[in-house]
C-alpha cells in the first residue's frame, strides 16, 4: 500500500530556512514525477515546485530563487529546501507521487513563518 508522509515543518523566522522531507514506500518511487503543493488559509492549493523522473524541476515564480527541490530515489525520499522564507510562505505543504493512473498526496505538513 502506498504511503507518503512529510516532515520538516515547523515555526521560523522571516528570513529563516527550513528543508521539508517527503519519503514514500509501496510504489515504484523512480517512475514518479514529484511534487510540491501548498494550501494557506483561505486559498486555493497551489504547485510550488515539481521535479521528473529525469531531474528536470519547474517552480512556481513565488518561489524560485529561494526553494530547491530534490529527490533522492535509493532513499525514496523527496526534499523541498527552503530558503529566505517570508511570512507569505505560511501554509500547510503537500507531497504529491503521481505516474500513469497512481496519484497519491501526504497528509500535509504545517510550515509558519513569523516573528
Known amino acids: 500500500q502506498a504511503q507518503i508522509v512529510e516532515s520538516g515543518g515547523g515555526l521560523v523566522q522571516p528570513g529563516g530556512f527550513l528543508r521539508l522531507s517527503c519519503a514514500a514506500s509501496?510504489?515504484?518511487?523512480?517512475?514518479?514525477?514529484l511534487s510540491w503543493y501548498r494550501q494557506a488559509p483561505e486559498k486555493m492549493r497551489e504547485l510550488v515546485a515539481k521535479?521528473?523522473?529525469?531531474?528536470?524541476?519547474i517552480y512556481a515564480d513565488s518561489v524560485k530563487g529561494r526553494f530547491t527541490i530534490s529527490r533522492d530515489n535509493p532513499k525514496k525520499t523527496m526534499y523541498l529546501q527552503m530558503n529566505t522564507l517570508t511570512p507569505e510562505d505560511t501554509a500547510v505543504y503537500f507531497c504529491?507521487?503521481?505516474?500513469?493512473?497512481?496519484?497519491?498526496w501526504g497528509q500535509g505538513i504545517q510550515v509558519t513563518v513569523s516573528s
Open positions: 504529491n507521487a503521481r505516474w500513469n493512473s497512481g496519484d497519491f
Open positions: 509501496g510504489i515504484a518511487f523512480g517512475l514518479y514525477t
Open positions: 521535479i521528473t523522473v529525469s531531474g528536470g524541476t
